[in-house]
């Protein structure tokens, strides 16, 4: 892994923490220092130009201007390097995110949904299988709805707000939402995607450094949008496993959903945290959309955004 | 060609009689009420620059929430929670629901109620006749049919900040299903609440923005004068042919996705609400099946071609300002037309980079990332044109020559950090963070807006016979630049630390905020940042003292003060109805300024080219560079 990130870091971006971010990282380091050096450059040419040409140093215009083909090569140098950056590195990194997902035997596979204000996150368990949700069974202990009646749902785990994963271990993580459009935003992971209702977009990354990074919701949601924060614990293998087990062992049917707070009568529908705090772990009431693959677990990559 | 005797008859006629005199209309239908391009584009003019500073206020509040959150507002706390009533700013502090309806509020008036109307509506109308000869425009009365359109538009989006639940608050962009379940329940009126009412107030907007659209299209095509050929035009008169172009195609699948919208708000229908959705608890009653992508797809449709809308203009504009103070022509005026015809057409493939996170295939997206890159191409030709204008001038830094040198780096800045934003691997970095607001303001605001007062200060004299004051326009000059940089150069540092926009908090409540950077937090900017806001808010003051000042008490100035070549120069100032005394035959090019062998260093489009002239010109050597 190249640290090759100068400007990047010059400019204040935290460390990466994933296994492909330093691609990322090298893409908008190199934008940068193209930015750099054709703002340079023009900046450059711009103040002698101003001062070279003043009236009073140059009192009569040349009506010609310019006739070296200078500018010519300019533009193509410019569209060489965008066509090196986007066919080198652009497409192919892109593929690389949606086309080449790992086996799901060998990655954590997790349900992330969002809802105002908060994310849920649904485990499969041993058996590797989504319990089945349903909408009907949703309640305030119960915020997917998962139907313990069904043998996959015994061993699965439901979580809020804050989800582990081992380290060095491939993670998918398909995205929905219960309500709005939001976005699951993890910037030391360089990773980001929608979550969109009706839809299960999956996405990938795999974490390679241990600790507690922010799940930022990065689609406006509503009056709680600011403080919709999840939290991503990257543990070490065997804190992972004690995690595992604790869950687990919660997850009698009602799962780890605090109680939810009652909206005030009186006020508007999205009722939510009070000005200038950020909220508290949010409180899901209740909802489950009808998701298209509830049981499906193996990713798809097949884009939902026609 | 005949189009512009055509055009006066037909204008004769309209009016009703032969004369250029109008004893008989009265003030009302002189000045308000008026059908003359020159009183619309004036009146689009005002309106536009008023409300780009109201929707700058909008920003300047939330500029302090996000410096201070949740400390009461100072001394003007108090005075705007009763102006915007209860659940606002009680206690002079700012509620969520407000911050999120400024904010939308915010991008929707600086766009469609502040640059449009200027850069488009007011300067197109006013310019673009005079420029082409033309007495005025095709269809008088569908233009002011558009202004009263934009005036009904305009004042439904400020009415909804009035009405129970405040304006619209789910982002300029009113992304379904959130703008659809917002603003919704017991305590809101079906129809007047704030987000229907944005809908309903857009599309009044559109509908003006069409007709405008219509009768510039026509009017260029038709109405030029007698020897004034599409390569004589000059290159403003382009640029709005171009965005004329982007409004006729752009808004109308806008205009239906707004219609959809507010059906699904008032009827009860699921264009764009799938299945399932359970919201704050209860399941919503609906048919379902709906999509909410489909919304974003329609509103980037429009969205895109809309930012050329703004920045197209703008070009216009900075080029006539370089050729006339640079004192010679424009270099590549021929690469430059076809570049913003290329930009026009690049323009309605590149949407989908908006929606780079929506679970988009790696086909899709290299196709939208190569018409992304593509569009670059065109866009760079432009800005090297304009540098390259520059070698060889003669150059006078008059006031609108100050803010166009201003926008040229300013709106480099602003295109070349489009390019990580073009790059999907980038974005899933970048997307929706600090540094894309920094990057799409660095266009239209220091890009579009200084091109907007560069066009200010130099048509300032036709208009009303009268320059503006020097001193106080470079008193509005340097600070708003400076503020300008202050503002937004802080903001890509925000946004490589990965802070989000939308935050009410500011970024004080998250681990991200609070990462140093350059000596202050993420979350620290905000003061510098804010406090250059409020201190261009003030900057602002001298112009628009001046402005409405010079009207009366400006210095005098005859009708081609900047010794331009255009033939708006040739009308006299504050046109009479009618524009020209003498109907303008074009004879030469657009920029010929420092012609060889000419005293003058300006030759005007109307001048008739002399034998000498044109022997001498023919044999073109070498020596040129000399």
Redesign the interface.
């Known amino acids: 892994m190249i640290s090759l990130a100068l400007i990047n870091q010059f400019l204040g971006q935290p460390p990466n923490a994933s296994e492909h971010g330093y691609q990322i990282d090298h893409i908008l380091e190199f934008a940068h220092w193209f930015m750099g050096a054709l703002f340079l450059g023009w900046s450059a040419y711009f103040v002698f130009v101003l001062i070279r040409f003043r009236r009073r140093k140059h009192p009569r215009a040349d009506y010609h201007g310019v006739k070296s083909a200078i500018s010519t090569h300019l533009e193509f140098s410019v569209v060489l390097i965008e066509a090196v950056l986007l066919i080198g590195f652009a497409i192919p990194l892109w593929a690389k995110r949606v086309n080449e997902f790992p086996d799901t035997k060998d990655a954590i596979v997790v349900h992330a949904v969002g809802q105002q204000f908060n994310w849920n996150f649904h485990l499969p368990g041993p058996d590797g299988q989504f319990g089945r949700r349903d909408v009907n069974l949703v309640s305030n202990s119960n915020p997917l709805g998962l139907d313990q009646n069904d043998p996959a749902a015994k061993d699965d785990i439901v979580t809020t707000g804050e989800l582990h994963v081992p380290v060095n271990h491939p993670v998918i993580v398909e995205l929905s939402s219960k309500d709005v459009i939001h976005n699951f935003a993890l910037v030391h992971m360089r990773i980001a995607g929608d979550a969109i209702p009706g839809s299960l977009i999956p996405m990938w990354f795999k974490p390679v450094k241990p600790g507690t990074y922010e799940i930022i919701c990065g689609q406006l949601c509503g009056l709680g949008h600011y403080g919709m924060k999840g939290t991503l614990v990257v543990d070490e293998p065997n804190e992972y496993q004690a995690w595992l087990k604790e869950r687990a062992e919660l997850a009698g049917g009602a799962a780890s959903a605090p109680p939810a707070t009652q909206r005030p009568p009186g006020e508007p529908a999205q009722a939510g945290p009070t000005p200038g705090t950020v909220p508290p772990p949010g409180a899901p009431k209740v909802g489950n959309p009808q998701l298209p693959q509830d049981k499906n677990a193996a990713p798809s990559p097949s884009p939902s955004g026609q | 060609m005949d189009a512009s005797t055509s055009a006066a008859a037909h204008h004769e006629s309209h009016e009703h009689h032969g004369e250029h005199e109008h004893h008989e209309l009265g003030w009302w239908r002189k000045y308000v009420f008026s059908t003359d391009h020159k009183v619309i584009g004036i009146w689009y003019g005002v309106c536009g620059l008023l409300f780009l500073f109201f929707g700058f206020s909008l920003m300047m509040m939330m500029r302090f929430q996000l410096a201070y ?3 009461a507002m100072p001394v003007i706390g108090g005075v705007l929670s009763k102006i915007f009533g209860p659940g606002t700013m009680d206690g002079g ?5 407000f911050y ?1 309806s400024l904010g939308a509020m915010h991008g929707t008036i600086m766009i469609f109620l502040g640059v449009v109307p200027v850069a488009f509506a007011a300067f197109g109308n006013f310019v673009v006749p005079l420029q082409i000869g033309a007495p005025d425009m095709t269809f008088p009365k569908v233009n002011a049919a558009s202004f009263w359109a934009f005036f009904v538009g305009a004042a439904v989006m400020v009415a909804s900040f009035f009405v129970p ?1 405040g304006a619209a ?3 300029w962009t009113s ?1 379904t ?2 703008a659809d ?5 017991p ?2 009126h079906l129809i007047w609440n704030g987000q229907t009412m944005w809908i309903l107030g857009f599309i009044f907007l559109i509908t003006s923005s069409l007709l405008g659209a219509v009768n510039f299209i026509t009017t260029i095509i038709q109405l030029r004068a007698k020897g004034l050929t599409w390569m004589r035009l000059p290159f403003f008169v382009w640029t709005q042919f171009v965005t004329a172009f982007l409004l006729l195609l752009a808004f109308p699948p806008l205009e239906a996705a707004l219609v959809m919208q507010f059906m699904d708000r008032v009827a009860g229908t699921s264009f764009f609400l ?10 919503v009653h609906i048919s379902g099946g709906g ?3 489909l919304w974003q797809h329609l509103f980037w449709f429009l969205g895109h071609p809309e930012v050329y809308v703004l920045i197209l203009p703008a070009f216009g504009i900075v080029a006539e300002i370089i050729a006339n103070n ?4 424009l ?2 005026y021929k690469s430059l037309v076809f570049s913003v015809l290329v930009i026009g057409f690049l323009s309605f493939i590149v949407w ?1 980079h908006h ?1 780079w ?6 086909t ?3 196709f939208f ?2 018409t992304t ?1 593509l569009i ?2 065109p866009s ?2 432009v ?3 304009f ?11 008059t006031v609108p020559m100050l803010w166009a ?1 201003a926008f ?2 300013m709106f ?2 602003g295109g ?2 489009g ?2 934003l073009a ?4 974005d ?5 963070t600090y540094y894309v607001i920094a990057h799409f303001h660095y266009i239209v605001a220091p890009g579009t807006i200084f091109g907007l007062f560069a066009g200010v200060y130099y048509w300032y004299p036709k208009a009303t016979g009268r320059m503006m004051n020097e001193f106080w326009s470079k008193v509005h000059f340097w600070p708003s630049l400076i503020c300008m940089n202050v503002i937004f150069l802080p903001m ?2 925000q946004g ?3 802070m ?1 926009r ?4 500011g970024g ?5 905020g609070n ?4 000596g202050l937090s ?1 979350f620290q900017w905000n003061t510098p940042i804010s406090w250059a806001a409020w201190t261009m808010g003030l900057a602002q003051i001298p112009f628009i003292i001046n402005f409405f000042w010079s009207i009366k008490h400006g210095k005098k100035v005859d009708d081609n003060p900047w010794e331009a070549t255009t033939l708006e120069w040739t009308a006299p100032n504050r046109p009479p109805h009618g524009n020209f005394v003498i109907t303008p035959v074009a004879y030469r090019g657009p920029y010929e ?4 062998g000419r005293e003058k ?1 300006f030759t005007m489009q109307n001048e008739p080219v002399e034998e000498t002239e044109r022997t001498r010109r023919r044999p ?1 050597p ?1 020596t ?2 000399a």
Do not use: C
């Not at chain 2, 502090?93 to 629901?97: F, G, N, Q, S, V």
């Open positions: 959150p949740g400390h502090k700012m509620a969520p629901e999120n639940g608050k789910s982002g992304y299903p959130l379940i917002a603003d919704k329940g305590h809101y799938p299945t399932g959705l359970v919201v704050n608890g209860a399941a999509s909410p992508l640079s004192r010679k022509p270099w590549g989908a929606m996170l929506t679970g988009m295939g790696s899709v997206s290299a990332q190569t890159l670059s191409i760079v030709i800005l090297s044109a540098f390259i204008s520059l070698w060889g001038g003669s150059i006078r830094f040198t040229l780096p480099g800045i070349l950090t390019i990580p790059f999907n691997s980038a899933l970095y970048l997307h929706d890509f540092l490589m630390l990965g989000h939308r935050w009410y908090d004080q409540g998250w681990t991200i990462e140093h950077v350059w993420g300024y420092s012609l060889p260093d073109e070498e040129v560079l």
